[in-house]
């Protein structure tokens, strides 16, 4: 089976960095994914690790290290719009379905 | 590209009413799911599709049906509602190909009362 666990929630200020952590244990996926939600709103896709490492994409980058089950997202040059919830998931190797950690919802301070 | 569309947006419903919350997209993706987010809680796989005329169970499929006669639609329907069924209701399509990224609808608010 799969399971992932987050913080359930994170508190930063505007300008700082703040890092999210996913643990995990499953019998195997093809990577970790990370989703951002708003209030109200959709999951939208942020990052992609399909190998051990940091992916890096603008203000925000993710890493992933299969031997210690764990990844994390992080967050740089916090602005107020960052605050939102966010969601790590996985695709496991056997079936097409993904399994969503519950999310770690992030609020930004002035 | 209007991407992964969603109706109705929000609906009430009563204790055994049935509905169908329609669910497309226009990107040619073989892979669609559903998902239902509770309040403050994070997204529960109810069914998913790998392609036309294909579909399987997630993590919570009791009380819901699905089909997938085209590529492009994936309704949902619930029989007979219950006020556990109070939800918000996500559609999602991918390509599946490397990043594996899903392209979520703006979802359905359901009550039942």
């Known amino acids: 089976g799969q399971s992932l666990e987050q913080p359930s929630e994170v508190t930063a200020v505007e300008g700082a960095i703040v890092q999210i952590n996913c643990t995990y244990q499953?019998?195997?996926?093809?990577?970790l994914s990370w989703y951002q939600q708003h209030d109200g709103g959709a999951p939208t896709f942020l990052s992609y690790n399909a190998l051990d490492g940091l992916e890096e994409t603008g203000r925000f980058s993710s890493f992933l290290s299969r031997s210690d089950s764990y990844g994390y997202l992080l967050l740089q040059e916090l602005q107020m719009k960052d605050s939102a919830s966010y969601f790590c998931a996985v695709r496991p190797l056997y079936g097409q379905n993904f399994v969503f950690g519950p999310g770690t919802r992030l609020s930004v301070l002035p | 590209n209007a991407g992964v569309t969603q109706t109705p947006k929000f609906r009430i419903l009563k204790i055994g009413q049935s509905m169908t919350l329609q669910c497309a997209q226009d990107?040619?993706?073989?892979?669609m799911y559903w998902y239902r987010q509770d309040p403050g809680m994070g997204l529960k796989l109810i069914y998913y599709?790998?392609?036309?005329?294909?579909?399987d169970k997630g993590e919570v499929p009791n009380g819901y049906n699905v089909s997938r006669s085209t590529t492009e639609d994936f309704p949902l329907r619930l029989e007979l509602a219950a006020p556990s069924q109070t939800s918000v209701y996500f559609c999602a399509s991918s390509y599946s190909g490397v990043t594996d990224t899903q392209y979520f609808g703006p979802g359905t608010r359901l009550t039942v009362l």
């Open positions: 599709s790998v392609g036309a005329g294909i579909t």
């Open positions: 990107m040619n993706h073989n892979y």
């Open positions: 499953t019998s195997g996926f093809y990577g």
